[in-house]
């Protein structure tokens, strides 16, 4: 029987592994799992569902024009581990990083062989695009590095073409696509066990119930919690995917998985209002930055690093120190920020043949037209010619995520043989969570059964695409090995599955209870849209919570409205409507967001000190503590209470990190 709006159609299947997600890391995955299920020799049933279309899922979906890891044979995974650990303030898991450095190319040399095109340089030295077939990079082909890690692609296609060897490998009748899993459900006889997931399709009248031995939650960052620069018609327009609605923290928090660094956050400085990348400009064609009077702000301001030993004094200072040294300039009145195209393409007219020149304006354009094709449209409304006029540069709304240049997200155990702790040194980590940082599987959360990989992973950043797909490869690994451990588990549910549907379908029942109380169905006492609830959201988090609004600042007292607030709104979510399937996706998403943003409320609450100047600012504790808070912040949620748990964890280094300094 077809089911129909309030009254869904009930599907209910049995897996040994799930995948949550359609991005890279679940690409990854659905690559590699094959050959250790047959390895394993066992019937392993393996399913993985999207939320929207593999083709264009994740944060690729509209392609790059960069890798931005790559190891290639001029660095090794020692220095990927300390770049790592510099950009991000000194407090991430060198096991974590260094294991990722050591299988990251593969998935490199993959994507090639698959189709990407990647850029070469030939025997004389001259850069070509990906068109001109030279020697693949696992042979020994030259990538043309726009930086130290990143190395030029055609990426317009990226996503599709690893989308299309994933549905290859794993079988499109194990891919099940427009399904939005909303819920993790642990199991019946160990709550510390994940046993099913439970979601509904956003394109017909169905819900599904899984039952698994193990998943992988992949299902990206979290974007659109605070008040984005853009207002009108650019409403929701942002930097991060849209649709990265902090569903991977929000499901592993409620299933009870311990967070790591949640108060971590990115703020990336793009070009204005279309939120275009940066990167290629200052590592490939060399452009500077400068404020309002052409004066370069990271010469200007260069004494403030002075402040922050030692990741100040680093050849290359972490992200957020560079957005420090800007925001003085706005705050006391030197903006506007330009990026200074005109003397950079101007530069390389005079050290470039004429077809390399050719080549490189083209790709002045395509870098966005890659992956950020708004961008492309702002240039033409404003009549700009990057090799005639500048752009502007602002620092975005803060997004949180763990595998782009930021460390938020859930604690996993890490490779055995890095020489990690396996004890903890700190006190006041709650009985129930392992010691250590490996306790069984690769990328397995402190749930057992829980895995993830990419955004998910915290205390790991800069894995970029090619590094969750290589993390997505890894977990599948980890994955097959514990299905083959925990072959005689049953699953069973700890909620039943009535229980199930009518929590999923809430604001369904909120709006067709309600509809008729008011003549105007978007206003009415008892409910509220789903686009209301999020201005909500983001107003808070904007306006307590370090956002925009505050030039990124905020205090004990701010933070302390912030959690009254956010308390009245998850007693208000309750009440959001959805009048079709599309407001019931907006009303999960916004669940989870709502999730996401308290965590990272509670850690800045926690962690008193501002470890990441320039992405916040603690004003009652502007600086950044090496003696009290050079560890991890981590927390865990009962989904009974409510209620957030924060604590330390200890740091170690792994890997030397004075090599960074010298």
Not at 250 to 279: H, I, L, Q, S, W
Not at 350 to 362: G, M, P
Not at 369 to 380: E, K, R, S, T, Y
């Given at each position: 029987?077809?089911?129909?709006?309030?009254?869904?159609?009930?599907?209910?299947?049995?897996?040994?592994i799930?995948?949550?997600?359609?991005?890279?890391?679940?690409?990854?995955?659905?690559?590699?799992?094959?050959?250790?299920?047959?390895?394993?020799?066992?019937?392993?049933?393996?399913?993985?569902?999207?939320?929207?279309?593999?083709?264009?899922?994740?944060?690729?979906?509209?392609?790059?024009?960069?890798?931005?890891?790559?190891?290639?044979?001029?660095?090794?995974?020692?220095?990927?581990?300390?770049?790592?650990?510099?950009?991000?303030?000194g407090?991430?898991?060198?096991?974590?990083?260094?294991?990722l450095?050591?299988?990251?190319?593969?998935?490199?040399?993959?994507?090639?062989?698959?189709?990407?095109?990647?850029?070469?340089?030939?025997?004389?030295?001259?850069?070509?695009?990906?068109?001109?077939?030279?020697?693949?990079?696992?042979?020994?082909?030259?990538?043309?590095?726009?930086?130290?890690?990143?190395?030029?692609?055609?990426?317009?296609?990226?996503?599709?073409?690893?989308?299309?060897?994933?549905?290859?490998?794993?079988?499109?009748?194990?891919?099940?696509?427009?399904?939005?899993?909303?819920?993790?459900?642990?199991?019946?006889n160990?709550?510390?066990?994940?046993?099913?997931?439970?979601?509904?399709?956003?394109?017909?009248?169905?819900?599904?119930?899984?039952?698994?031995?193990?998943?992988?939650?992949?299902?990206?960052?979290?974007?659109?919690?605070?008040?984005?620069?853009?207002?009108?018609?650019?409403?929701g327009?942002?930097?991060?995917?849209?649709?990265n609605?902090?569903?991977?923290y929000?499901?592993?928090?409620?299933?009870?998985?311990?967070?790591?660094?949640?108060?971590?956050?990115?703020?990336?400085?793009?070009?204005?209002?279309?939120?275009?990348?940066?990167?290629?400009?200052?590592?490939?064609?060399?452009?500077?930055?400068?404020?309002?009077?052409?004066?370069v702000?990271?010469?200007?301001?260069?004494?403030?690093l002075?402040?922050?030993?030692?990741?100040?004094?680093?050849?290359?200072?972490?992200?957020c120190?560079?957005?420090?040294?800007?925001?003085?300039?706005?705050?006391?009145?030197?903006?506007?920020?330009w990026?200074?195209?005109?003397?950079?393409?101007?530069?390389?007219?005079?050290?470039?043949?004429?077809?390399?020149?050719?080549?490189?304006?083209?790709?002045?354009?395509?870098?966005?037209?890659d992956?950020?094709?708004?961008?492309?449209?702002?240039?033409?409304?404003?009549?700009?010619?990057?090799?005639?006029?500048?752009?502007?540069?602002?620092?975005?709304?803060?997004?949180?995520?763990?595998?782009?240049?930021?460390?938020?997200?859930?604690?996993?155990?890490?490779?055995?043989?890095?020489?990690?702790?396996?004890?903890?040194?700190e006190?006041?980590?709650?009985?129930?969570?392992?010691?250590?940082?490996?306790?069984?599987?690769?990328?397995?959360?402190?749930?057992?059964?829980?895995?993830?990989?990419?955004?998910?992973?915290?205390?790991?950043?800069?894995?970029?695409?090619?590094?969750?797909?290589?993390?997505?490869?890894?977990?599948?690994?980890?994955?097959?090995?514990?299905?083959?451990d925990?072959?005689?588990?049953?699953?069973?549910?700890?909620?039943?599955?009535?229980?199930?549907?009518?929590?999923?379908?809430?604001?369904?029942?909120?709006?067709?209870?309600?509809k008729?109380?008011?003549?105007?169905?978007d206003?009415?006492?008892?409910?509220?849209?789903?686009?209301?609830l999020?201005?909500?959201l983001?107003?808070?988090?904007?306006?307590?919570?370090?956002?925009?609004?505050?030039?990124?600042t905020?205090n004990?007292?701010?933070?302390?409205?912030?959690?009254?607030?956010?308390?009245?709104?998850?007693?208000?979510?309750?009440k959001?409507?959805?009048?079709?399937?599309?407001?019931?996706?907006?009303?999960?998403?916004?669940?989870?967001?709502?999730?996401t943003?308290?965590?990272?409320?509670?850690h800045?609450?926690?962690r008193?000190?501002?470890?990441?100047?320039?992405?916040?600012?603690?004003?009652d504790?502007?600086?950044?503590?090496?003696?009290?808070?050079?560890?991890?912040?981590?927390?865990?949620?009962?989904?009974?209470?409510?209620?957030?748990?924060?604590?330390?964890?200890?740091?170690?280094?792994?890997?030397?990190?004075?090599?960074?300094?010298?």
């Amino acid at each position: 029987m077809a089911g129909e709006f309030g009254k869904p159609e009930v599907v209910e299947e049995e897996v040994d592994i799930l995948i949550i997600g359609g991005g890279m890391a679940a690409c990854g995955t659905a690559y590699e799992i094959g050959p250790w299920v047959k390895a394993a020799g066992s019937d392993i049933k393996v399913k993985l569902v999207d939320k929207a279309a593999m083709d264009r899922s994740g944060a690729v979906a509209q392609g790059l024009s960069a890798i931005n890891t790559y190891i290639g044979s001029e660095q090794d995974p020692a220095d990927y581990a300390r770049m790592v650990s510099n950009d991000l303030m000194g407090i991430t898991r060198d096991d974590l990083a260094y294991d990722l450095g050591r299988h990251v190319d593969e998935s490199v040399h993959l994507f090639e062989e698959w189709g990407l095109p990647i850029w070469k340089t030939d025997e004389n030295g001259e850069r070509h695009d990906g068109s001109k077939g030279l020697t693949p990079l696992k042979d020994g082909g030259k990538p043309v590095r726009s930086g130290k890690w990143q190395i030029m692609i055609n990426g317009e296609s990226y996503k599709w073409i690893v989308a299309e060897a994933a549905k290859k490998a794993l079988g499109t009748d194990r891919i099940q696509e427009r399904v939005f899993i909303v819920k993790l459900v642990n199991d019946k006889n160990d709550k510390n066990r994940v046993a099913g997931a439970v979601g509904f399709s956003v394109r017909e009248h169905k819900l599904f119930v899984y039952k698994f031995k193990a998943c992988l939650l992949v299902a990206g960052g979290c974007v659109n919690i605070f008040r984005p620069r853009s207002v009108g018609e650019g409403q929701g327009r942002a930097w991060y995917p849209v649709w990265n609605a902090g569903s991977t923290y929000a499901m592993a928090a409620e299933a009870g998985a311990e967070m790591t660094m949640m108060e971590n956050r990115f703020v990336p400085t793009r070009f204005k209002d279309g939120y275009g990348p940066v990167g290629a400009w200052f590592l490939l064609f060399k452009s500077q930055a400068t404020n309002g009077f052409d004066e370069v702000y990271m010469q200007r301001n260069k004494e403030l690093l002075n402040d922050y030993p030692p990741y100040g004094q680093a050849a290359v200072p972490a992200a957020c120190l560079r957005n420090h040294l800007m925001l003085k300039e706005m705050r006391e009145g030197r903006g506007p920020i330009w990026m200074d195209t005109v003397t950079a393409l101007g530069k390389l007219r005079e050290t470039l043949s004429k077809r390399e020149v050719k080549h490189l304006e083209a790709e002045a354009w395509e870098d966005f037209l890659d992956m950020c094709i708004g961008q492309c449209a702002i240039w033409a409304g404003e009549n700009i010619e990057p090799e005639k006029k500048n752009s502007e540069l602002m620092p975005t709304e803060p997004y949180l995520l763990g595998s782009h240049s930021g460390c938020c997200g859930i604690w996993v155990s890490g490779p055995e043989d890095l020489g990690a702790p396996t004890d903890e040194k700190e006190a006041g980590v709650p009985e129930h969570l392992p010691s250590g940082w490996n306790w069984g599987y690769r990328s397995m959360t402190t749930v057992k059964g829980l895995f993830t990989a990419g955004d998910g992973v915290g205390a790991s950043g800069h894995k970029f695409s090619s590094g969750s797909h290589a993390e997505g490869r890894l977990a599948a690994k980890a994955m097959v090995k514990f299905v083959m451990d925990n072959k005689d588990l049953k699953p069973e549910l700890d909620t039943d599955v009535d229980t199930l549907i009518e929590e999923i379908y809430r604001p369904v029942k909120n709006f067709l209870e309600h509809k008729d109380y008011s003549t105007a169905i978007d206003i009415n006492p008892n409910y509220i849209t789903p686009r209301m609830l999020q201005f909500r959201l983001q107003k808070v988090m904007d306006e307590y919570v370090a956002g925009v609004a505050t030039y990124y600042t905020t205090n004990a007292n701010m933070l302390e409205l912030a959690e009254k607030k956010l308390e009245m709104l998850k007693e208000d979510s309750l009440k959001m409507r959805a009048k079709d399937l599309h407001e019931l996706l907006r009303a999960w998403e916004n669940y989870h967001r709502i999730l996401t943003a308290e965590a990272h409320m509670k850690h800045i609450q926690f962690r008193e000190e501002s470890r990441y100047p320039g992405f916040y600012y603690r004003m009652d504790h502007n600086k950044v503590d090496e003696e009290n808070w050079h560890c991890f912040v981590n927390s865990v949620y009962d989904k009974e209470s409510k209620q957030w748990t924060c604590f330390k964890r200890a740091h170690t280094d792994l890997v030397d990190k004075s090599k960074l300094f010298k």
